[in-house]
């Protein structure tokens, strides 16, 4: 008789709120589930208090890939390229290949956290023995039930959802809009110094690059461009609330990352990072 093929099944988490949910949605479903995050050395710190919550409630450890190298590692090996939709050589060295390579030859249900809601595609891997599959979009769970989920379990929203970030990753993720640029800087002072510390000439290449679009984080930073950035930022969210006649004020802040599209509309990637 031949044996059967093992097949593992494992859910990535981003520190994000879709698959944090998923992962207390599935934690009864598939009891030997795997769970991984991809740890690009540069998260927020509250992001590993967070993932250490959704480890206790999981009842399993949460297994880190890139153990041995992050973000500052790949950044050298790229000639000092800040990264951005364009370029975008942080995804694949820091979360998808580790996950490939995490996954081996062996044959995997890799479970992604998109919603039923959302039009987004998710990361499909290019290799045949990874197999993605979509619990909340087949289900027909949407951000409510997410949230829902997230609140009866105890586990509750990303923290930095308090301060107003929207979204989980690296702490100078160049999908940041402007205002959490803003909101980093008034909450994380030392970590914008940080960010802002990558942009110089790279003294290999000569190389300069900047994390935001058309602007420095040090001009980013000069209190009459925060505050203008705040002033429009309200102005955009006062029409939004005015088109969506149903939606509560805190709908509109919430659901705000994902009604704001990158720059050039091209976030497939970084969902990795985000879910
Ligand atoms: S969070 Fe942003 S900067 Fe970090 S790896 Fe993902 S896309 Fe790159």
């Not at 949230?147 to 105890?154: A, D, H, K, N, V």
């Not at 989980?168 to 909101?183: A, L």
């Not at 009604?259 to 050039?264: K, L, N, Q």
């Amino acid at each position: 008789m031949p044996t059967e093929k093992r097949v593992r099944h494992i859910l990535s988490l981003s520190g994000g709120k879709d698959s944090a949910a998923l992962a207390i949605y599935m934690r009864d479903r598939v009891p030997e589930m795997e769970y991984i995050f991809s740890d690009t050395r540069k998260e927020l710190p509250e992001t590993y208090e967070y993932l250490e919550r959704i480890s206790s409630y999981l009842g399993k450890e949460v297994t880190r890939l890139n153990a041995d190298v992050g973000f500052d590692h790949w950044y050298e090996m790229y000639g000092g390229m800040i990264p951005s939709n364009h370029r975008r050589w942080c995804t694949r060295a820091l979360k998808l290949k580790p996950f490939e390579q995490h996954c081996g030859d062996e044959e995997v249900i890799n479970y992604v956290g998109l919603r039923a809601d959302e039009e987004r595609s998710g990361y499909i891997s290019h290799k045949p023995n990874i197999k993605p599959v979509y619990p909340f979009r087949d289900d027909g769970l949407v951000l409510r039930d997410i949230e829902g989920i997230l609140r009866t379990s105890g586990v509750g929203m990303p923290p930095y959802t308090k301060w107003g970030r929207t979204r989980s990753g690296c702490y100078f993720c160049f999908y940041q809009q402007k205002i959490e640029w803003v909101r980093l800087k008034e909450t994380y002072p030392d970590l914008y110094q940080k960010a802002k510390e990558y942009e110089r000439p790279y003294e290999k290449t000569g190389n300069f690059f900047t994390w935001s679009s058309n602007e420095s984080l040090a001009e980013l930073e000069q209190p009459a461009r925060m505050e203008q950035i705040k002033r429009e930022h309200v102005i955009r969210i006062e029409r939004k609330v005015a088109r969506k006649e149903n939606a509560t004020l805190a709908e509109v802040f919430a659901q705000d990352v994902e009604v704001e599209a990158p720059e050039d509309d091209d976030d497939q990637g970084c969902l990795v990072c985000q879910l």
